[in-house]
């Protein structure tokens, strides 16, 4: 697996590069957004570890400008900052995950597996689409329609929506979502699941279709025809 890693500080990209080494990644460096959009498009990595505050383009600029291309590259976002805002900041511009600094090594290798676990699928498997209402999802092409309109997700997005279509008018639980989503004891305070619930909903009622994802108060989501 090869990952890159941005940071404009020097002592933090060959620590990160020494860690990843010893536990079997392949590693490439970029000091700014820019070289990180260069370095992307010139050896792919299977993931980005991206610090936020850096000179010419920042983190998150670089998230935004790979979203709008289509471009789901796993994101873990760094940053020394943990506010609700910020770690909303960073979902918000397509970050897939969020890691305040100092972290512990562990945590980020945590982390990092979660992401990768959810790469695109063997396309050699057979496909079977998923289909509630007028909503279908394709796990294998990873495609997305709401009647006749095609829907682009984010990696999350998909991994979410999959898990709702694969469970119908089931209530599941915040816990449990994030922990199959996420992969990993994902913060039950922070708002990361709200947000992409909104993205969701967005995305799946863009031409004024009914909504099918329902909260249940104090308990999690449903995906189901009416409101529960």
């Given at each position: 697996?090869?990952?890159?890693?941005?940071?404009?500080?020097?002592?933090?990209?060959?620590?990160?590069?020494?860690?990843?080494?010893?536990?079997?990644?392949?590693?490439?460096?970029?000091?700014?957004?820019?070289?990180?959009?260069?370095?992307?498009?010139?050896?792919?990595?299977?993931?980005?570890?991206?610090?936020?505050?850096?000179?010419?383009?920042?983190?998150?600029?670089?998230?935004?400008?790979?979203?709008?291309?289509?471009?789901?590259?796993?994101?873990?976002?760094?940053?020394?900052?943990?506010?609700?805002?910020?770690?909303?900041?960073?979902?918000?511009?397509?970050?897939?995950?969020?890691?305040?600094?100092?972290?512990?090594?562990?945590?980020?290798?945590?982390?990092?597996?979660?992401?990768?676990?959810?790469?695109?699928?063997?396309?050699?498997?057979?496909?079977?689409?998923?289909?509630?209402?007028?909503l279908s999802l394709?796990?294998?092409?990873?495609?997305?329609?709401?009647?006749?309109?095609?829907?682009?997700?984010?990696?999350?997005?998909?991994?979410?929506?999959?898990m709702l279509m694969?469970?119908?008018?089931?209530?599941?639980?915040?816990?449990?979502?994030?922990?199959?989503?996420?992969?990993?004891?994902?913060?039950?305070s922070g708002n990361?699941?709200?947000?992409?619930?909104?993205?969701?909903?967005?995305?799946?009622?863009?031409?004024?279709?009914?909504?099918?994802?329902?909260?249940?108060?104090?308990?999690?989501?449903?995906?189901?025809?009416?409101?529960?």
């Amino acid at each position: 697996m090869r990952i890159l890693v941005v940071d404009d500080d020097r002592a933090v990209r060959e620590s990160l590069r020494r860690s990843l080494s010893f536990n079997g990644y392949t590693v490439d460096l970029a000091v700014d957004g820019l070289d990180a959009l260069e370095k992307v498009t010139a050896a792919r990595p299977d993931a980005l570890v991206l610090d936020v505050m850096m000179p010419r383009l920042d983190g998150l600029e670089v998230c935004r400008r790979l979203r709008s291309t289509g471009d789901d590259l796993p994101i873990l976002v760094l940053t020394a900052r943990d506010s609700v805002s910020e770690r909303v900041a960073g979902l918000d511009a397509g970050a897939d995950d969020y890691l305040p600094k100092p972290f512990a090594l562990e945590e980020l290798l945590a982390r990092l597996r979660a992401l990768l676990r959810r790469r695109t699928p063997d396309p050699g498997e057979a496909s079977e689409a998923m289909v509630f209402a007028d909503l279908s999802l394709d796990p294998v092409t990873r495609e997305v329609s709401r009647g006749e309109r095609g829907i682009s997700l984010t990696r999350t997005e998909f991994s979410l929506l999959e898990m709702l279509m694969a469970n119908p008018r089931r209530v599941l639980t915040r816990g449990r979502i994030l922990e199959e989503v996420w992969g990993y004891d994902f913060p039950t305070s922070g708002n990361a699941l709200e947000v992409y619930i909104g993205y969701l909903r967005r995305k799946t009622e863009a031409d004024g279709e009914e909504r099918l994802i329902h909260t249940v108060r104090g308990v999690g989501y449903v995906l189901r025809e009416t409101p529960p």
